[in-house]
């Protein structure tokens, strides 16, 4: 049919590797995927399942076959019901991906963040990039820097100095692209020189919001990226944040709530990253702030870690050795003969036993052990401690 | 011996109620033990093993013994020449007390905190007090409040609110009478006019600080008492601010750290109230203020429970209705025999009976429940608790 082989040329010229289009199974593999994206809400289960078990091509030739002895599945014949009727969204849709400049990836792409894949059937289909592809990729460390768009000054300094740290230090900042955290976040990641990449819940070709038009440009034009599930052209919708929230947890290898009401919507991103077993960290803030009392929420009822700063961050990415720690049993008694020692005036090791509650011996033995170490010594009157 | 009572009878004097004064034996075990409070330094583990093994009278009759042969083990032979010297210190000690008008309470007492027994061989072995000796007692929940002396104005303004609610709704505010955090817990405790309860370092006839003179002699006006286990005359030490400290998380169901530094002495209240098992929650605040970066740490790395308020803490203490498992009923009768239970004096049924408020019938049925479960044992003496 070649036919349908030009047209998934021509939908996919500019948005795909020129040598892609070349191989008319790569094309049409790539070019399955998209359609998918244009057909379902993200997070349809029914078309992952579907395209997990048979590829998106062999997938969609079901989903479109017009013959229904061929689709026995209840699930997916009343799914052809919604998505069937958006077929006619998918021309456009490549249509402004080619217009806007932007990339198609897909599961099959050496840059495809493979973190993604842990959503199971809730994986997206593809993803539509404007910027640098490999800011995608799972093998560079990331984090998602999250938090509420009605964020304080405390929060957007905190966000600003853990966002700058971490991706100076080459961790990829994730975010939504929102005002408030997620700005402050991609901000500090830019200002810093590192890679940052906002998920849009709308299609990358709009900005959202509006008054992030030039941020995001800024994301896009690198090191960074700018990257959604839906395809150019859809609105942001509740439903669409909400699992634009999934990718953003999914594709970090920890999610820290930097600043967040009680009700911030940014708890459903720590809500995802729990669920998908990826490191949840919170930034506390005063108790007499509402900014923090989702983060404080998180503490209490989600067991986030306590985040006070890049370092936490990489503790949570697995990226430092663990604390060590040390006791000392010796220290105990060494502060009860410090406790008897004097400065100024000196006192006989007798003394030293009475008021420290030890045997002479025994105070005798941890005075050597002081004057040893330097903290205490004798003079002509007996023993005094050394000035700190 | 008419004369060593008639010692007793002097010494106590003012210290007990004048009934007790009447009955030798109960005179002269509360009398050792508050000489063992005058020969050892706090948490002197050698001393509470022989005492928990033959009582404080008892225990001190082998101590004070000069014939070598009767002390066999080598711990308390070597623990004698630590505390024989201090035998000149023990009539000043009583004098003192006398002039201060301070109590002393000894595990017979109803009033003891039992709670304070969690500490086994390392627990006091009486306590010296100023004020309302119930504040003590151990069936009113408590909740030790602690932090830094160089709190911030959020930190006082949290311990301020804090205390005030939970004193105001009967629970005892716990702590350490000085500056900062503790001395605005006491405060707003007494200003909500609730209990407070401060356990000093050092003997409870000096104001440690002494900038807080007023306030110290404020809580032992009542409702409260401020309470040590060293005698009078006793200087407050490094070591004796440390084992002070496990005083006030034994004595707490749970302890809240509500504003401390990275090194605050705060920590090592709640290191204590980690190992005894007591809950342990800490306020947050902002990352940037150093004088939560021990709060923050304590979230880290203690598992400490996120407390944002007053409900919070309830929580802690299990006063919530969410956190009640079990049954109710069998769990507050429970809880009133084992107060009336004792780990180092046997007590017969109609004794449990007639200090738990239950008929004797009932008292004996609930006996044998907490025998059942571990939490009692028979002695040849009579019931006694177990250690937990």
């Known amino acids: 049919m070649a036919s349908a082989e030009n047209l998934v040329r021509?939908?996919?010229?500019?948005?795909?590797?020129?040598?892609?289009?070349?191989?008319?199974?790569?094309?049409?593999?790539?070019?399955?995927?998209?359609?998918?994206?244009?057909?379902?809400?993200?997070?349809?289960?029914?078309?992952g399942t579907l395209v997990a078990a048979l590829g998106p091509r062999t997938a969609l030739s079901v989903a479109l076959e017009d013959g229904t002895d061929s689709v026995q599945d209840p699930n997916v014949v009343a799914a052809r019901r919604r998505w069937l009727?958006?077929?006619?969204?998918?021309?456009?849709?490549?249509?402004?991906?080619?217009?806007?400049?932007?990339?198609?990836?897909?599961?099959?792409?050496?840059?495809?963040?493979?973190?993604?894949?842990?959503?199971?059937?809730?994986?997206?289909?593809?993803?539509w990039v404007r910027g640098d592809l490999g800011t995608l990729s799972s093998r560079t460390p990331a984090v998602a820097l999250v938090g509420a768009r009605a964020a304080t000054g405390y929060g957007e300094h905190v966000a600003m100095e853990m966002?700058?740290?971490?991706?100076?230090?080459?961790?990829?900042?994730?975010?939504?692209?929102?005002?408030?955290?997620?700005?402050?976040?991609?901000?500090?990641?830019?200002?810093?020189?590192?890679?940052?990449?906002?998920?849009?819940?709308?299609?990358?070709?709009?900005?959202?919001?509006?008054?992030?038009?030039?941020?995001?440009?800024?994301?896009?034009?690198?090191?960074?990226?700018?990257?959604?599930?839906?395809?150019?052209?859809?609105?942001?919708?509740?439903?669409r944040f909400l699992q634009?929230?999934?990718?953003?947890?999914?594709?970090?290898?920890?999610?820290?709530?930097?600043?967040?009401?009680?009700?911030s919507g940014s708890l459903n991103t720590a809500g995802h990253a729990a669920a998908l077993g990826r490191a949840l960290g919170a930034v506390?803030?005063?108790?007499?702030?509402?900014?923090?009392?989702?983060?404080?929420?998180?503490?209490?009822?989600?067991?986030?870690?306590?985040?006070?700063?890049?370092?936490d961050v990489r503790e949570l990415l697995g990226l430092t050795g663990a604390a060590v720690s040390g006791d000392d049993s010796f220290t105990g008694d060494r502060t009860r003969v410090l406790d008897a020692l004097s400065v100024r005036v000196g006192r006989s090791a007798e003394e030293i036993a009475r008021r420290s509650g030890f045997a002479p011996d025994d105070a005798q033995a941890l005075l050597g052990m002081l004057e040893l170490d330097g903290s205490a010594h004798r003079t002509a009157d007996g023993w005094r401690r050394r000035p700190a």
């Open 284 to 311: 506390p803030g005063p108790v007499t702030s509402a900014a923090s009392a989702g983060c404080h929420r998180l503490l209490r009822e989600y067991d986030a870690r306590c985040v006070t700063g890049a370092d």
């Open 10 to 47: 021509q939908r996919l010229t500019g948005l795909v590797p020129s040598e892609l289009l070349d191989d008319p199974e790569q094309a049409a593999s790539r070019h399955a995927a998209a359609v998918w994206s244009c057909l379902t809400e993200p997070g349809d289960g029914v078309a």
């Open 85 to 127: 009727p958006r077929l006619g969204t998918v021309d456009d849709a490549f249509r402004g991906a080619q217009r806007a400049g932007v990339r198609l990836l897909t599961a099959e792409d050496d840059e495809w963040p493979n973190a993604l894949d842990d959503l199971g059937p809730h994986a997206p289909r593809c993803l």
């Open 163 to 239: 966002a700058a740290e971490l991706a100076g230090s080459g961790i990829t900042v994730v975010s939504g692209g929102a005002y408030g955290i997620d700005g402050m976040a991609h901000r500090a990641a830019i200002a810093a020189g590192g890679r940052t990449l906002a998920f849009l819940a709308g299609g990358v070709d709009r900005a959202y919001p509006a008054g992030h038009a030039d941020l995001l440009a800024r994301i896009a034009a690198g090191p960074g990226a700018v990257a959604a599930e839906v395809p150019c052209g859809t609105t942001p919708t509740k439903w």
């Open 244 to 263: 634009r929230n999934r990718l953003i947890a999914a594709a970090a290898g920890a999610t820290v709530v930097v600043e967040a009401g009680w009700r």
